[in-house]
């Protein structure tokens, strides 16, 4: 099997079907969805059940462990996390297949700008898009996580995300870097969601970010509970 796809839910009824949906119609077929879930208490596993997803459910809501938790069961040779409001095209698996195909990349992922909200996207996407390359060409690198993508055996062998850090999308790519292997970052952008920018406020959105980044790049390790400062959103 090429990919394992897995989406990490929590109370996600009013994304996931349509994400699913995303997935059905991509132009490569060659793939599994598991969903990692954090007890959601509304519809989100009767639809993933209803679309034949593999389900993992765990009352630990942090991120990097939701995510390794559905890593265990796949069984691709590409592990994908899509958050579960995003929005892709049809060749979003295909682009990251051709990625892959390039010497000493062992993940990437894709540039994101808000679907809902233009203010997000001026405030914070578009800035973010444009430091990225500029980062990552200094090795300053920072990271989106909403689409992350690695092959799974390099995946499994530095032992998957943290699972004591916040951002640890950036701390992932970082390694990543440190290890002498190379990530790409895909475009054009997909579309995600600006719930959280909404809910925590733009402007301490980025400036926790920036601290945290500030943070990885000198070497701190985060342990902190990740709710202390990004909340889960729905």
Not at 128 to 153: N, Q, V, W
Request: with cysteine; glycine share 6%; net charge positive.
């Amino acid at each position: 099997m090429r990919f394992s796809i897995i989406i990490k839910t929590l109370n996600e009824e009013n994304n996931l079907k349509r994400l699913l949906n995303e997935i059905k119609n991509q132009t490569i077929k060659d793939y599994e969805i598991i969903v990692s879930d954090g007890l959601s208490t509304d519809g989100t596993l009767e639809i993933a059940k209803e679309y034949g997803c593999k389900i993992i459910s765990s009352k630990d809501k942090n991120l990097g462990a939701a995510m390794n938790k559905g890593a265990k069961l796949a069984k691709g040779e590409v592990l994908v996390f899509p958050d579960a409001d995003v929005k892709i095209p049809n060749d979003f698996l295909q682009k990251i297949d051709k990625a892959l195909k390039e010497k000493n990349i062992v993940g990437g992922y894709f540039y994101n700008v808000a679907y809902d909200s233009i203010i997000a996207n001026f405030l914070s996407y578009y800035p973010i898009c444009i430091a990225l390359p500029i980062l990552k060409f200094f090795r300053l690198d920072a990271a989106l996580g909403p689409a992350m993508f690695f092959k799974s055996d390099f995946f499994r062998k530095i032992g998957g995300f943290s699972e004591d850090v916040l951002l640890e999308d950036v701390e992932m790519f970082t390694k990543i870097r440190r290890l002498g292997y190379n990530y790409v970052i895909l475009f054009p952008p997909i579309g995600v969601s600006a719930r959280r920018f909404r809910k925590n406020g733009f402007i301490k959105q980025n400036l926790l970010y920036i601290k945290y980044w500030l943070d990885i790049k000198l070497g701190k390790k985060l342990k902190k509970n990740y709710h202390d400062v990004y909340s889960p959103i729905r």
